[in-house]
Nanobody
Framework: QVQLVESGGGLVQAGGSLRLSCAAS????????MGWFRQAPGKERDIVAA????????YHANSVKGRLTISRDNAKNTVYLQMNSLNPDDTAVYYC?????????????????WGQGTQVTVFS
């Protein structure tokens, strides 16, 4: 069992930056691939970025490439999402997820554990 707790969300002006963190419980964090998803009001929960167990392979959705970056620190049981050049379209609840596998997961159904979400609101 893995428990995930996100933090770092908030209100930011367009063009600004935020860094989301997701702290995981348990001793086997490095065995899990991780992902960040987001869900805007009235929309589906979509993949934003994913990272494999060691951090050497990542995926970023086209809409965030060059602006949002996923990383992880296995010694701290934490995965991050650095968010730069934010725009109002990035407004959503951001969820951290863990997958019981070493490789990347790009679909919601591939993830086994979810955090409670953190709100990110970007105003112009």
């Amino acid at each position: 069992q893995v428990q995930l707790v996100e933090s770092g969300g908030g209100l930011v002006q367009a063009g600004g930056s935020l860094r989301l963190s997701c702290a995981a419980s348990g001793r086997t964090f490095s065995r899990y691939a991780m992902g960040w998803f987001r869900q805007a009001p009235g929309k589906e929960r979509d993949i934003v970025a994913a990272i494999n167990w060691g951090g050497g392979t990542t995926y970023h959705a086209n809409s965030v490439k060059g602006r949002l970056t996923i990383s992880r620190d296995n010694a701290k049981n934490t995965v991050y999402l650095q968010m730069n050049s934010l725009n109002p379209d990035d407004t959503a609840v951001y969820y951290c997820a863990a997958r019981k596998d070493y490789g990347l997961g790009l679909r919601r159904s591939e993830y086994d554990y979810w955090g409670q979400g953190t709100q990110v609101t970007v105003f112009s």
